[in-house]
């Protein structure tokens, strides 16, 4: 492969996480606009926080679905091939919701929308990694996972200069369409991995099945791959994501751009830290590096819930060190989760256990929703409650072996 060959692919798998990214911090940053819109009278501050779980767990569950399934199509077909299909899906039912009516078909899109955002990682951590074999893998794993954070962080500028209220949120899902272009490019001109066409043979032989992770050889690692995969999963979303719609409530319609600000400076730190935690991941080793994080990601969510609050001058320095600890879990995973399996079975095993985590997220989420109405949108109560996910890593890493 050329190393003009070997830029396109980096380059567009990249662009892939990026617009992966935005679509991740769509609904944080839009959800109670959105629900107030659609919700009309019938909207109040509790039931904006119980969509704004139901958004996300829609998502979850559609990501979950599409790692799993897209990854499997990927290791059939070909990781180019899947990365396109799973661009157009995020893209074109992210585009729909600009037209949506109700909150229910709203809820139906975001699960579309997730199949996109599920397949997207997989294929492209696999392509990446296949057409760079001689590169770091602590630095290429932090690359790609740092583009889903600069997608947020792109998304959070953006809402900056032009403000997310319930009478213009529209436009934003007419915006998230753009990236099926990226999609129809990467179905038609982009190369494939080397490895993966090596390991088709000349025969064109069938693939591992899925059955296959769970036999004798591969069982104690997938398993081990999905539980500590879902800790940080559970932990961002159950936890950590709730400081967004609370530093909209507490900011109001007069401050519309303080939410997308807070945003913006999670999104710079998780940026920081999903590049780093791959690094870090090689410096100390995995074991050691997922236990600490585990302890750092914990204590600053709560920290974030309990010792500050929107509008008070050390929120945001706190947000952004929030952001840096608790991503540097993602920068881990893809540097760690794809060595962990063989060629044969690499997308759909990396896509199958960073994704199961976000089965375990839907539900999770949807527990933290149900918690969040009990204790009558209380956003610090449910987000510190929810920050102990993140201390079960302490526990969780010794199911894996170093490697």
């Excluded at 629900?35 to 109040?44: A, K, M, Q």
């Excluded at 009478?167 to 899902?173: A, G, I, M, V, Y």
């Excluded at 590049?275 to 997922?290: D, E, F, K, N, T």
């Excluded at 840096?324 to 095993?349: D, N």
Aim: aromatic share 10%; hydrophobic share 55%; glycine share 14%.
């Amino acid at each position: 492969m050329t190393r003009g060959a070997r830029m396109a692919i980096l380059g567009a798998s990249v662009l892939g996480l990026v617009f992966d990214g935005v679509e991740l911090g769509l609904m944080p940053i839009a959800a109670l606009s959105v629900s107030r819109s659609l919700l009309g009278e019938s909207f109040n501050a509790t039931s904006g926080g119980d969509w704004f779980a139901r958004f996300t767990a829609a998502l979850m569950l559609g990501a979950a679905v599409g790692g799993v399934a897209l990854g499997n199509l990927g290791d059939r077909i070909g990781r180019t091939r899947a990365m396109g299909w799973s661009i157009l899906f995020y893209s074109v039912f992210a585009a729909m919701g600009a037209w949506v009516q109700t909150v229910e078909q709203m809820l139906v899109l975001r699960f579309l929308v997730g199949l996109g955002v599920g397949g997207m990682w997989p294929n492209g951590m696999a392509l990446v990694q296949e057409s760079w074999p001689g590169a770091s893998k602590p630095l290429v794993s932090g690359v790609m996972s740092a583009g889903l954070n600069m997608g947020i962080l792109l998304l959070s500028q953006i809402a900056r200069l032009w403000p997310i209220t319930a009478d213009s949120w529209r436009w934003l899902f007419q915006l998230s369409g753009v990236p099926a272009m990226l999609g129809v490019l990467v179905l038609v001109a982009l190369p494939e991995s080397p490895a993966w066409l090596a390991s088709r043979g000349l025969l064109k032989k069938k693939p591992a099945p899925l059955k296959d992770l769970f036999g004798p050889e591969l069982r104690r690692i997938t398993f081990g791959a999905i539980v500590i995969s879902a800790i940080p999963m559970v932990g961002a979303w159950a936890a950590s994501k709730w400081m967004i719609p609370w530093a909209d409530k507490v900011a109001g319609a007069a401050n519309a751009e303080y939410k997308a600000a807070t945003q913006g400076w999670w999104a710079i730190g998780a940026a920081i830290g999903s590049l780093v935690g791959a690094q870090l991941a090689g410096w100390i080793g995995r074991r050691r590096s997922y236990l600490l994080i585990s302890l750092g990601a914990s204590a600053l969510t709560v920290a974030m819930f309990q010792l500050t609050g929107p509008l008070e001058p050390g929120f945001h320095a706190v947000v952004f060190s929030q952001g840096l600890v608790a991503t540097l879990f993602f920068g881990w995973l893809a540097y760690y989760l794809p060595e962990l399996f063989p060629v044969q079975v690499r997308a759909t095993g990396s896509g199958l256990a960073y994704n199961s985590g976000r089965f375990a997220t839907a539900i999770g989420v949807l527990a933290a929703g149900m918690l969040f109405t009990l204790l009558g949108g209380d956003y610090p109560r449910v987000g510190t409650i929810c920050a102990g996910i993140y201390a079960l890593g302490i526990v969780a890493i010794w199911l894996v072996e170093e490697r």
